[in-house]
């Protein structure tokens, strides 16, 4: 039995980016016949090797009181490497193979944006266990280059591993997709954007390009898929009362997983102009589901996108307004993306995350993990 311990952090909570990206890497890691020893802050799935981490259900418990847990189940199973997924390393105390996933540098580039844990995250824990950890793993080379530029760690121990859609985004039958936008109450047709409402998401910018366009057609509605967090997506709300956008902007709230393929095969467009993405796994996911897509020529998302997307400048309104018109006036464009998108999300897989991800441990552990 392999020695892999994998730390699987808030997997009982709405699966953010971290959470699906942990849930996807645990379960390709059983297609290729890994099962590591899942050290959980919550719930775990039965049939896994895991050890419960009763001080780990907040963020602060993770790396103070859980750090004890995580090295004291170490020695006990006598692990060789662990695998932090969440991007915190709370590996002090683990006297073994330290893997660490870095996903961006979001409080770095966007300080005012993120909490104050993030920020003594990232300004002063980060820097301090850099020296202890073996290997970094990212998720872009935009996001390498940044966390060698924020956070100084070695370019020689910072490995890239893109992520990937997973196997339930794609094109849907239109009778099912009827169904699932009947259920959570939207109308076709519409624009689509999902993820958070935080402000480097640039959805000010998104509303006011929207507002543009509506002088051209009102035909589209949008559609704000997401969590609404108040206190960063307040801006927003007002932005859509002030500018007199309420009757043709529908915000969802949270979207379970398995709504999502349905909520992009139903777009006619999907457009993410984010300031700032460590990986930007909403734009695969609709490329999967066969959707035309726009999305910031800056920061990991051209990476992501390639010549599959119509790419333009994040901070120019009227570039995000004129793309919108272009695809949705230009049938044959829009075929193309959606063919271009489809192969584009074919090119990335969670079992070839998984393997470069037992790759990067076999070389650690100078010997096959199995």
């Known amino acids: 039995m392999n020695q892999i311990g994998l730390i699987t952090y808030a997997l009982n909570r709405n699966p953010g980016g971290i959470a699906r990206y942990t849930r996807e890497l645990q ?9 590591p020893l899942l050290l959980r802050s919550g719930n ?7 050890a419960n981490l009763p001080g ?31 991007g915190t390393a709370p590996l002090l105390l683990s006297p073994t193979k330290r893997v660490v996933t870095i996903h961006d540098a979001v409080p770095c580039a966007f300080p005012d944006t993120s909490t104050t844990l993030d920020r003594l995250v990232y300004h002063h824990w980060l820097p301090y266990v850099v020296r202890y950890v073996d290997r970094f793993l ?11 530029r924020y956070l100084g760690l070695p370019m020689e121990k910072i490995t890239v591993i893109p992520l990937a859609a997973g196997k339930q985004f794609h094109p849907l039958p239109d009778a099912e997709v009827r169904t699932v936008l009947a259920r959570i109450g939207i109308q076709n047709p519409y624009i689509l954007y999902v993820g958070s409402l ?3 998401k640039n959805l000010s910018r998104l509303l006011e390009a929207y507002g543009l ?19 960063n997506s307040e801006p927003v709300g007002k932005f859509v009362e002030e500018h007199n956008l309420k009757p043709f902007v529908h915000f969802t709230g949270y979207i ?23 990986f930007g796994l909403p734009v695969l996911e609709s490329m999967a589901c066969g959707t035309p897509v726009i999305t910031s020529n800056i920061s ?29 006036s230009d049938v044959d464009l829009a075929q193309d993306l959606r063919n271009r998108g489809l192969e584009r999300a074919k090119l990335f897989t969670w079992e070839k995350t998984a393997s470069q991800t037992i790759a990067v441990y076999e070389a650690l552990l100078g010997k096959q993990v199995d």
């Not at 775990?44 to 895991?50: E, F, I, N, V």
């Not at 467009?269 to 993405?277: G, R, W």
């Not at 990991?300 to 919108?324: C, F, H, N, Q, R």
Request: aromatic share 10%.
């Open 44 to 50: 775990s799935d039965r049939g896994y090797r895991s």
């Open 138 to 148: 990212t998720v872009s080379n935009n996001s390498k280059q940044d966390l060698a």
């Open 56 to 86: 780990a259900r907040l963020l602060p418990g993770l790396l103070t009181l859980g750090q004890f847990e995580i090295g004291w189940y170490t020695r006990r199973n006598s692990l060789e490497l662990i695998h932090d997924p969440t």
């Open 198 to 200: 935080e402000p480097r």
């Open 256 to 278: 379970p997983d398995d709504d999502l393929p349905a909520l992009y095969s139903g777009a006619d467009l999907f457009v993410f102009p984010s300031l700032y993405e460590g």
């Open 300 to 328: 990991s998302l051209p990476e992501v996108a390639g010549d599959a997307a119509v790419l333009v400048d994040p901070y120019m309104v009227e570039d995000i307004t004129a793309a919108m018109r272009l695809v949705l």
């Open 27 to 35: 379960s390709a890691f059983t297609s290729l016949g890994l099962m």
């Open 213 to 231: 366009l509506l002088d051209w057609s009102s035909h589209w509605r949008l559609v704000i898929g997401g969590t609404r967090n108040i206190w």
